[in-house]
């Protein structure tokens, strides 16, 4: 199927786990984020990536690992997860070209318990 | 530092009326984009309109328009004739860095009523 799309929708962890988040998407997009959609706060960036290997370090970034082997696949990783990483995640992409928008994936709600 | 805010929480509008949602921006930048996002209850993220720091005429959608007034950096939501369907949290977003990083501000929650 055409467009990005996150697994799992639903994940409930434990303090201290590692979890991995993943994001793919087939229109082969530069561009690829992670945000994370907490109340009262929108979204915030926690990481992107310009092109395969290269990521950089959005608003948010401490406690979370990302990487990019293929343009397709951008997953995250919180190496440790504590209670404040419970949150709704979005993946996003976009060719990047002035005024192009962000498509988002369906979101991954994560519970740290 | 570049930063959107909305400072509505909550807004409710009876349907078949018009509403603006507020939007204010901060950046330094003489080149972004400004973004609107609509998220129903379902959770996805839905692309609404763009309005570029350059473009000279407010941008249009079918029901939605984005009153840009560079001057006072706002750049507000209008929806004409509400719809039961338009129920939904709005985000305002800016583009930075080539258009690629949106910054989002908190979101107001809109409420169509019958």
């Known amino acids: 199927d055409a467009g990005i799309t996150q697994s799992p929708r639903y994940k409930i962890t434990e303090t201290g786990r590692q979890v991995t988040l993943m994001c793919h998407q087939t229109?082969?997009?530069?561009?690829m984020f992670w945000y994370r959609q907490d109340l009262g706060h929108g979204l915030r960036l926690i990481y992107y990536?310009?092109?395969?290997?290269?990521?950089d370090k959005g608003e948010v970034p401490d406690g979370y690992v990302v990487s990019r082997s293929k343009t397709e696949n951008f997953p995250l990783t919180l190496e440790s997860a504590t209670r404040s990483q419970t949150s709704v995640y979005f993946c996003?992409?976009?060719?990047?070209?002035?005024?192009?928008?962000?498509?988002f994936g369906q979101g991954t709600r994560l519970t740290v318990v | 530092a570049q930063k959107i805010t909305q400072t509505q929480p909550g807004m409710f509008v009876q349907e078949k009326e018009a509403v603006t949602l507020d939007c204010t921006y901060d950046?330094?930048?003489?080149?972004?984009?400004l973004f609107w996002y609509k998220q129903p209850s379902s959770g996805e993220m839905i692309f609404l309109i763009y309005?570029?720091?350059?473009?000279?005429q407010n941008a249009t959608e079918g029901r939605y328009s984005l009153n840009f007034q560079k001057a006072r950096k706002s750049a507000n939501l209008v929806i004409s004739a509400s719809q039961l369907g338009d129920s939904a949290m709005y985000f305002c977003?800016?583009?930075?860095?080539?258009?690629?990083?949106?910054?989002f501000g908190a979101g107001t929650r809109l409420a169509v009523h019958p």
């Open positions: 950046t330094s930048d003489p080149s972004y984009g």
């Open positions: 229109w082969s997009h530069s561009y």
């Open positions: 309005q570029g720091s350059y473009d000279q």
């Open positions: 990536s310009a092109a395969a290997d290269i990521t």
């Open positions: 977003a800016m583009g930075v860095g080539g258009y690629n990083k949106l910054i």
């Open positions: 996003a992409s976009t060719s990047g070209g002035v005024g192009t928008e962000a498509f």
